[in-house]
């Protein structure tokens, strides 16, 4: 990899033929990047950078950039020389700010190793502190600062150098100091003495000897360790898992954070904690967090000793609070966000670790965002960029229907970690709640604390309950991350997950009990709480509102009925963009048996009878949906499925029999209709358009059923606005041919109405087709002269592609995944570089025909955000998805608006 080198605090590629620059320094004194250069600094390294320009104490130190870890990828786990050669040059930076020197016994520096990539994965990644100790620097520490600091720090660094680097596991270092508490009697670490830690320190080398590891004594060989460790991490199963769970891809790699050791564990002016600006569950203008005395980082993020609030370092370290509250000010001054930031006092000393934009939950999302705009912190747009499609949906998660029903089966409290109402059977391993979730089960997953190899399970599980650990710990961070319900610090809880039980209060429940949670307020309870779903209001209204100022695209609902319209209207579509008319037919058994005998006639007065039959009850839905969108257009796609759907099966004679008596047939000539119409493949076959062409029928009485609803309405004052949606056309005389029945059939409607009535005033019937066909994509020209409309039916258009079945493509995706042939399910997420071109093509051919002409999208991509971004970037007009997803939809366009302009 060859780069020409750039000192410039901006991701583009600079010019010339100098040396790439892998290594980015950061202090008071000098910082080359800043905030703008996340995916080469990764977040917590443009962090950093940026803390140290604004004036913040932080340690000095220097980032490895994620290029350098996506050439170790590349070149088979080798990093080029020129790397090491920029790592002791920015190395000596930092010993000339601190005046000391790293490997020297009499006045040693010591640093800290940590991940960061582009986007925050807590815990993915591995981290190492106080490297740089070795048997001789940890008795020059000792004469410096102390025995038992020093070996303390010591024992912390085997502990992690040895499970990081060299793989041993942590599990059997944490084991023996368990012991050696037992024997002195003692609960916490803090409590083991200066004698008792230089036993520990012995105890731990013959893990090393045990294991058949040596420990490096070089700390420079320490430090070239350390980091390829951390570039190793990327790979990692818990860090692949992780991506691949938070759909996190593009990415080069993580970043690789040296930097100075400032230490919270001198003693009781010392102490390091994690806080939030603002509180992250409710979104309060309160800083929220926790802090430890005497303690390093890892102790309050892993959980192993339970956290003060950061209210009563007020009392305790009062100069650093102080500071502490000034810098969180500053920080949200300059960031305009909510920010999650690490520290450390070290002898009444702050030092600032790490801020980044704060992991919230959706209530704290809509809040901050809607107190910043007021409070003049930030713009509507900038605030509208703050929540994410995950807060969302959140806020659309269950809450328990009767908040007091429940309160005599609270078996425990613990501390309220990510909000949600979340009802499972009990498991404690995440193997076991992947494994029951997997058969369908729900699960809510137990631990004593969780950690990045639990994430598998942790997503599998409805919510997540640990014994032990704060509102910064691993469980709680991750679970608000993906909007999963979980309670920490639930310390009554005796969780043994040997025995697959938990005992709480003298009761003991096995694996698979069920068990409640109100992440809220931190309840566990015993037995199903009966949930329900929240409705949209109060601060998610206005910020919804903001959204839809800043979009460009319009958010409508797919709906089928009213009951589905008048849910859409709710939740903000902007209206109907897709309406099966098929879905109404099997709404109840009248209205399939008059189907179906429709579609067992033998001639066209029979059909037509039949259809004269079932027109009422489908001019009775379109009225219900027409007025439940009142003012908004409501897109009606005419019949689309293959007509043996609405048949039984031909080997289930039982219901054949039961519809011949209905229908006054023999058996047998059911069974020969069911037989003829019956097809080889389907979704290629005699459905769409087709049926429409050989029935024109159907067609006509689809049209005036709608047309007449919609007449009906404006009588009554109403302004009703219908669509026609002609399905599956791939050839321009297809919708030709439909395009002048539709038009037929609206004029007779009109002309049916009362003279000089309110409905005959004129008023516009937009009739346009789906574009779900390869074909028809590549005829958009054409097709565009006999439509006022296109609506891509990316389901389909996906389908037809690609030639995969929607219903048969996880037999083989799990493994085009894995070999990275496919990154992205392509119906979930669009298909940019195939199905993709298709819609950028048709979107330009239809619009060179007609500039004005509508383009909208109907397949379920349209509530994804990354292909809404997609869609926004071709110049669609709306968006159509399920209503539940119309919230992340309206966001999503937002989003993209605001990304369009930036560029």
């Keep these: 990899m060859t780069v020409p080198k750039s000192n410039k605090a901006s991701d583009g590629a600079p010019a010339g033929n100098e040396e790439v620059s892998y290594v980015y320094s950061f202090s008071r004194n000098e910082t080359d990047g800043d905030e703008t250069m996340k995916s080469s600094l990764g977040g917590k390294g443009a962090y950093l950078a940026q803390m140290a320009k604004i004036g913040l104490n932080v340690p000095p130190g220097f980032t490895i950039s994620t290029e350098a870890c996506e050439t170790y990828h590349q070149n088979d786990g080798q990093l080029p020389v020129v790397i090491w050669e920029q790592v002791k040059a920015a190395l000596l930076k930092v010993e000339k700010d601190m005046g000391n020197s790293f490997g020297d016994a009499s006045d ?349 399970g942790m997503w599998a599980a409805e919510g997540v309950v640990t014994a032990r650990g704060g509102t910064t710990s691993h469980a709680a961070v991750v679970a608000r991350g993906w909007g999963k319900p979980c309670v920490c610090g639930a310390s009554e809880l005796q969780i043994d997950a040997a025995s697959k039980k938990a005992r709480v209060r003298g009761a003991t429940f096995e694996e698979g009990a069920w068990m409640s949670i109100d992440g809220l307020t931190g309840e566990v309870i015993e037995g199903q709480v009966e949930v329900c779903p929240p409705a949209i209001s109060g601060h998610l209204e206005t910020v919804l509102g903001w959204a839809d100022e800043a979009s460009k695209v319009r958010a409508l609902a797919n709906a089928d009925t009213p009951a589905d319209a008048v849910l859409a209207r709710s939740h903000g579509a902007r209206g109907i963009g897709l309406c099966r008319t098929e879905h109404m037919f099997f709404s109840s058994p009248q209205r399939l048996l008059l189907v179906r005998k429709m579609i067992m006639a033998h001639d066209e007065e029979a059909r037509r009878a039949a259809l004269d039959e079932l027109l009422p009850h489908q001019q009775a839905d379109f009225e219900g949906i027409l007025e439940a969108m009142d003012g908004l257009s409501v897109t009606v796609r005419l019949l689309d499925p293959p007509l043996h759907e609405f048949l039984p ?178 119906f979930e997420t669009i298909d940019v570089d195939g199905v993709g071109q298709l819609i950028r093509m048709a979107a330009k051919e239809g619009r060179t025909i007609k500039p004005d002409l509508d383009l909208g999208v109907c397949g379920e991509h349209g509530g994804d955000p990354a292909s809404i971004k997609f869609f926004s970037e071709v110049g669609l007009n709306k968006i159509s998805c399920s209503p539940m997803r119309v919230p992340v939809a309206r966001l999503a366009a937002a989003h993209a608006a605001i990304d369009l302009k930036k560029l």
């Design 108 to 456: 040693p520096l010591l640093l800290s190793v940590r991940s960061g990539a582009a986007v925050s994965m807590p815990g993915m990644m591995d981290t190492v502190l106080n490297l740089g100790l070795n048997d001789q620097i940890v008795e020059g520490l000792a004469k410096m600062h102390g025995e038992r600091f020093a070996f303390d720090a010591y024992r912390r660094f085997l502990d992690m150098f040895a499970d990081v680097v060299l793989g041993v596991p942590h599990s059997l270092f944490e084991a023996k100091i368990s012991d050696l508490k037992q024997k002195r009697g003692v609960t916490h670490d803090v409590e083991l003495n200066e004698k008792d830690l230089r036993g520990l320190v012995e105890t731990y080398k013959g893990i090393y000897k045990e294991a058949g590891v040596s420990f490096p004594e070089d700390p420079m060989h320490q430090l070239q360790m350390a980091v390829v460790a951390v570039f190793k991490s990327w790979e990692s199963e818990r860090a692949v898992k992780y991506r691949e769970v938070s759909k996190i891809t593009g990415l080069k790699g993580t970043a690789v954070n040296v930097q100075t050791m400032v230490f919270g564990n001198m003693g009781a002016t010392s102490g390091t904690g994690v806080l939030f600006t603002r509180n992250p569950i409710s979104g309060a203008k309160e800083i929220y967090g926790e802090y430890l005395l005497d303690a390093q980082g890892e102790d309050v993020v892993a959980g192993i000793r339970t956290p003060q609030p950061f209210a009563m370092m007020k009392k305790a370290l009062p100069d650093s609070y102080n500071e502490l509250v000034k810098n969180c000010k500053i920080l949200e001054d300059h960031f305009q966000d909510m920010m999650d930031i690490e520290f450390t006092i070290q002898e009444n000393s702050l030092f600032m670790l790490q801020c980044r934009s704060g992991k919230r939950t959706g209530l704290a999302a809509v809040t901050v965002a809607v107190d910043m705009v007021s409070e003049g912190l930030a713009s509507k747009e900038r605030a509208v960029s703050t929540v994410n499609a995950c807060h969302l949906e959140q806020l659309l998660h269950p809450r328990f229907a009767d908040d007091q029903s429940y309160k005599a089966r609270v078996l425990t409290k613990g501390l309220a970690a990510s909000p949600g109402a979340a009802v499972g059977q009990i498991v404690f391993t995440a193997q076991a709640a992947e494994a029951w979730h997997n058969a369908g089960k729900q699960v809510l997953l137990l631990r004593n604390e969780t950690s990045p190899e639990d994430v598998g």
């Design 649 to 826: 099966a031909e080997q289930d004679m039982e219901a054949v029999k039961v519809l011949a008596d209905a229908l006054g047939y023999d058996a047998a000539e059911v069974v020969a209709r069911i037989a003829e119409l019956g097809e080889v493949n389907p979704m290629l076959g005699f459905r769409g358009c087709r049926l429409g062409i050989k029935y024109p029928e159907i067609t006509r009485m689809q049209v005036r059923a709608l047309m007449q609803a919609a007449l009906s309405l404006r009588s009554k004052g109403k302004d009703p606005r219908p669509w026609i949606m002609v399905p599956l056309v791939g050839m321009p005389a297809e919708l030709e041919h439909q395009y002048q029945i539709i038009n037929e059939e609206k004029a007779n409607a009109v002309n049916r109405c009362p003279v000089g009535g309110e409905a005959q005033k004129p008023f516009t019937v937009p009739v346009g087709t789906m574009i779900e066909l390869p074909r028809a994509a590549l005829m958009a020209g054409e097709i565009a002269k006999f439509s006022d409309f296109f609506s891509f039916g990316t389901n389909d258009l996906t389908q037809m592609t690609y030639g995969f079945s929607r219903d048969d493509i996880n037999k083989f995706l799990p493994a085009y995944k894995k070999l990275e042939i496919i990154t992205k399910d392509p």
